[in-house]
């Protein structure tokens, strides 16, 4: 019986000692970290509706008057403002080095190699500045999406049954915004391939100065790049009208997605 009770005791011990284990939620860090990520999250909020309400719109002024006025994204006609190249002779872009000379600094038998010119072409500056415009809208687009995005997730509420016509919407809206930063993406890479394109063109240049396909080449990619900058800006432009469109439209469902739902952070 002694045993018994002995048994019974520790029991009881070790339940009291489970019951006496503290709730982390409760905890004062728990409750710290809890306040500062909703301070976090309401700045996100109060960033995103501004970008929506205040900066959209300006976007959408300020890239039509750059369409508009700047001449740089004037859709190019013809050969206007192509980069014409005025090389050295054929003669003096390489030089066949001494054989004897080549044997004697290497120790090999002699063979004909040749030393690269240090010819320069310069960029063709009406696409450089072209570039410069749009990679500069394009990154301030991007750190504006990312906002609006997590602003949208963040409202997205916990998976019930029914009543999901609003969770569509925001789900729906997030998609758009991932597909207009897709097209950012994209419109910097091109940016690169160009750049690359117009190197190994010009390097063809240097090696067959009497070829003029190659150099007309190098217009064409030119105009191509033009006008696929311009066409950039104007999809840039209209992603700014058709989100701002779509989310001012489906705003009260992007904030409250469940009429019946306390939604925070709007």
């Known amino acids: 019986a002694s045993m018994s009770r002995t048994a019974k005791g ?68 013809g050969d206007e403002d192509m980069l014409e190249f005025e090389l050295e002779p054929p003669g003096s872009k390489k030089r066949k080095m001494d054989d004897k000379d080549h044997a004697a600094k290497n120790g090999v038998p002699a063979c004909p190699s040749f030393v690269k010119s240090e010819q320069k072409v310069a960029c063709n500056e009406t696409v450089i500045n072209q570039q410069a415009v749009l990679k500069r809208e394009v990154q301030l687009c991007l750190s504006m999406l990312v906002k609006v995005k997590i602003w949208i997730q963040l409202n997205i509420p916990k998976v019930e049954d029914g009543n999901n016509f609003g969770v569509s919407v925001q789900e729906e809206t997030v998609n758009e915004l991932t597909r207009a930063e897709d097209m950012c993406f ?46 950039a800006l104007t999809e840039l432009r209209n992603s700014y009208f058709t989100l701002h469109d779509s989310i001012i439209k489906n705003l009260d469902k992007l904030k409250r997605p469940r009429s019946s739902a306390a939604m925070p952070f709007t």
Not at 22 to 43: R, T, Y
Request: aromatic share 6%.
């Open 10 to 77: 520790k029991r009881g011990a070790a339940e009291g000692d489970e019951r006496a284990e503290p709730d982390p939620a409760s905890s004062e860090l728990a409750k710290e970290g809890k306040a500062a990520v909703l301070d976090i999250k309401n700045a996100i909020t109060s960033e995103a509706l501004r970008i929506i309400h205040e900066i959209m719109p300006q976007k959408i002024l300020e890239l039509t008057k750059e369409l508009a006025e700047n001449e740089g994204f004037r859709m190019p006609i």
């Open 186 to 231: 994209n419109s910097l890479e091109s940016i690169n391939k160009y750049l690359f394109a117009r190197g190994k063109l010009l390097s063809r240049v240097f090696k067959y100065p009497g070829l003029q396909d190659y150099r007309a080449s190098v217009r064409d990619l030119d105009r191509k790049e033009r006008l696929g900058l311009c066409l």
